[in-house]
Nanobody, 111 residues
Framework: QVQLVESGGGLVQPGGSLRLSCAAS????????MGWYRQAPGKQRELVAI???????NYVDSVKGRFTISRDNAKNTVYLQMNSLKPEDTAVYYC?????WGKGTLVTVSS
């Protein structure tokens, strides 16, 4: 079974940047569609960005132009580069593929 482990969260000031990583087990990682989701306190989990095995990407409108999802198939890792962070980006960020979820990494944007 695929296991997902996120890292890279932390506290950052508004306007700052963070890069999240999600390391995946599994020998066929390259064909998986991978997604980053987030859940803010008191809100439902929402899709942030997705990348297919072929490298096609899609983003929720609120992060377009600020966040970039990418993958390194040689390292079985997917990344989320987050720039120009805003307080409303504060959430637990989860990595997903199919019905598999990581445990999440907390991103806090605050001055």
């Amino acid at each position: 079974q695929v296991q997902l482990v996120e890292s890279g969260g932390g506290l950052v000031q508004p306007g700052g940047s963070l890069r999240l990583s999600c390391a995946a087990s599994g020998s066929i990682f390259s064909i998986y569609t991978m997604g980053w989701y987030r859940q803010a306190p008191g809100k439902q989990r929402e899709l942030v960005a997705i990348i297919t095995g072929g490298g096609s990407t899609n983003y929720v409108d609120s992060v377009k132009g600020r966040f970039t999802i990418s993958r390194d198939n040689a390292k079985n890792t997917v990344y989320l580069q987050m720039n120009s962070l805003k307080p409303e980006d504060t959430a637990v960020y989860y990595c997903n593929t199919g019905n598999r979820w990581g445990k999440g990494t907390l991103v806090t944007v605050s001055s």
